[in-house]
């Protein structure tokens, strides 16, 4: 095979209209955000069609996400998780593999987004968002702009 002068070729994305954010692309972190909306709208005990709707939205609308596989086997598998190990356990396994804090504030606002997508916010999503606050290692203030950038 003949050597070639120039970039290694995985150096050329960026010449192909691809972008810093897609390249970042983690699928461990990624099915941890899917995970974790899908707890989040099972906070209430049940999951409406416009929660598992936004769920979809949240993962086709971002580089992040869009990669991470069948949403629908992801879902059927973290309700299992749920119902194995309890709401808090699993939150707190999925929030602990999300190191990049572009995971970690991408997951507030998919389950911030995912909780209020039926217009109903009773105590039980309130709680298990500010538990998924705390296990994120957001502080109020990044809570309050991540809750603003979730209604845009």
């Known amino acids: 095979m ?3 002068n120039g970039p290694p070729p ?13 390249d970042r692309f983690d699928p461990v972190q990624a099915l941890r955000v899917v995970q974790l909306m899908v707890l989040s709208a099972w906070a209430d005990g049940h999951v409406e069609g416009s929660e598992a ?11 992040l996400l869009e990669r991470v596989g069948v949403v629908s086997e992801i879902g059927r598998d973290a309700r299992k998780w749920l119902l194995a190990e309890g709401m808090d356990a ?7 593999e999300l190191k990049d804090a572009d995971y ?9 987004r995912v ?6 916010f009773p105590l039980q999503e309130e709680s298990v968002l ?3 606050q705390q296990l994120l290692g957001l ?4 809570a309050a702009r991540l809750l603003v950038l979730a209604t845009k």
């Open 130 to 132: 500010g538990r998924v």
């Open 104 to 112: 970690r504030e991408l997951a507030f606002k998919c389950c911030a």
């Open 139 to 142: 502080s109020d203030a990044d």
């Open 2 to 4: 003949k050597e070639t």
């Open 115 to 120: 909780m209020g997508a039926d217009r109903v």
């Open 10 to 22: 995985w150096t050329w994305a960026p010449l192909f209209g691809h972008n810093d954010r897609m």
């Open 53 to 63: 709707l936004a769920i979809q939205r949240q993962v086709a609308g971002s580089p």
């Open 90 to 96: 699993c939150l707190a396994a999925a929030a602990k």
